[in-house]
């Protein structure tokens, strides 16, 4: 069941990212996208840095939520959920 | 896509912006915390999903290594963890000195990156040696991330 809940989580986040990757691209240039595919930290960040002016407020709570749900079931599953573990961290 | 696009300076805006270089430096000293005491911190999305390490997936280990001082595993486990380091050394820096300070070496950031394309070459750089660490390692590259 954890397995599950955490495999829908990732795919919720996998889907923020992307959105807030292309905003990356178009509003601040091809380098800025690539750190974004790079680093999903960075994309986070700026996404919400910049969340107001291109209006991915929404987007960016969702992710957090998100996140948040995440390192619940981290702690539930005692890290032992895979993708979940400490170690898989980037 | 002209040569602009690829050779616009993208360190030298993180370095200028001390707002988002605090916020960046907050979160990566944050990571490097947890994962040091085997705590969940940011997971990568892409790994978390499907179970492919990004281009990044592994570097907050091999900085750890690199903090240690075991060069050799901070290698394997993410070759760019000393480019990484340096980078998060310099905006931190910048982001913590005096403004008038700092501002002769954004300048001379930004015009090297303008006229070598050196962002552009790490970046493409990462993303050849982790499709290649994906295509010739595979398994073994997916084992080392999970630990």
Known sequence: MLQILSTVVGIGCIICWIIVVIKMFQDAG??????????????????????GRL???????????LIIINLVLGFVGGFRIPYI???ATP | MTRGAFFSPVFATILRDRRL????????????TLSLFGLP??????????????PGCGL????????????????????YAPIFLIAL?????????????????????ESLERYTGITFILLSGLIVYWLARLLLLQSAFVRLIQG
Request: charged share 10%.
């Open chain 2, 89 to 109: 050394v310099a905006i931190t820096v910048c982001t913590i000195s005096p403004k008038n300070q700092v501002e002769r070496i954004i300048l001379k950031t």
């Open chain 2, 41 to 54: 911190g940011w997971t990568c999305p892409v790994f978390h999903a499907l179970g492919v390490p990004c």
């Open chain 1, 30 to 51: 091809v380098l800025h996208g690539i750190l974004g595919i790079i680093c999903g930290l960075y994309a986070f960040i700026w996404g919400w840095m910049n969340g």
């Open chain 1, 55 to 65: 209006g991915l407020k929404n987007i960016m709570m969702i992710w957090s939520l």
């Open chain 2, 60 to 79: 907050t280990r091999a900085t750890l290594f690199l903090l240690r001082g075991d060069w050799k595993q901070a290698l394997v486990m993410h070759a």
């Open chain 1, 85 to 87: 573990t400490p170690s």
């Open chain 2, 21 to 32: 270089g605090l916020i960046v430096c907050g979160a990566a000293a944050l990571q490097l």
